[in-house]
């Protein structure tokens, strides 16, 4: 089974630049995350959706960042402008459907990441 | 906000030696898990704890929910340089959309 793709694997930009990334989930998995880790801390959840519809992007810099799933599939995390504290790793994560209320989970899957350089 | 204190931040040991990864919060998670991250990929599970109390082993790693459901450890036994990487402990908290809240994480070097 393949796992979870992501495009490009590394990324140097210029502060104001734009740049997006690209996540492609595991087969039949509905619910797609965004994290971001910032060396030296843990991932931080940026955007969750259940097939294109968002379920959670509390966190979300919504003043610079934004992202999309359009068909449910693919997704694209774009950042524009670019922040020197963006400079991060971005990592994609996907799971079977979330069973809402039920307290059940589905074990997520993460991809390798794109390393954003912001300089 | 329900944060998770992970400690210690780092750990380089020889192989052969034991050590206890400890995860600690202040909030009640209805579940944790224990993810391993190695340099240029993402977090892979290891395991998850949903009982206050529960133990579980994976071959040398002994994993462990508190009573309370608030921390946990991760010991490893006899640890080998294949261990190494970014341990990562994640909580589950009472909503119910999945969303997983990460401690800071662990970096352990296993020196052969």
């Known amino acids: 089974e393949a796992g979870v793709a992501q495009s490009p694997r590394y990324k140097i930009i210029e502060k104001r630049q734009s740049v997006a990334f690209w996540c492609n989930p595991i087969s039949g998995h509905a619910t797609l995350y965004w994290y971001q880790q910032i060396l030296g801390q843990g991932p931080k959840l940026l955007i969750q959706f259940q097939n294109n519809g968002v379920v959670d992007d509390s966190q979300l810099p919504k003043d610079r960042f934004s992202a999309e799933r359009l068909k449910g599939v693919d997704s694209t995390l774009k950042i524009q402008p670019a922040k020197l504290e963006d400079s991060a790793v971005y990592l994609c994560?996907?799971?079977?459907?979330?069973?809402f209320g039920t307290g059940h989970y589905y074990e997520q899957y993460f991809g390798p990441g794109t390393r954003l350089t912001v300089t | 906000t329900q944060l998770l204190e992970q400690s210690p931040q780092f750990l380089s040991i020889q192989e052969g030696e034991n050590l206890t990864v400890y995860c600690n919060s202040s909030?009640?998670?209805?579940?944790l898990q224990w993810y391993r991250q190695e340099p240029g990929e993402g977090p892979v599970l290891l395991v998850t704890v949903v009982t206050g109390g529960e133990v579980k082993k994976l071959k040398r790693l002994t994993f462990q929910f508190g009573d309370a459901r608030k921390d946990s450890s991760l010991h490893i036994t006899a640890a080998q340089p294949g261990d190494t990487g970014l341990y990562l402990c994640a909580g589950k908290h009472g909503s119910n959309t999945g969303k997983l809240i990460f401690g800071q994480g662990t970096t352990l070097q296993v020196k052969p």
């Open positions: 994560a996907s799971s079977y459907t979330t069973s």
């Open positions: 909030s009640v998670f209805s579940s």
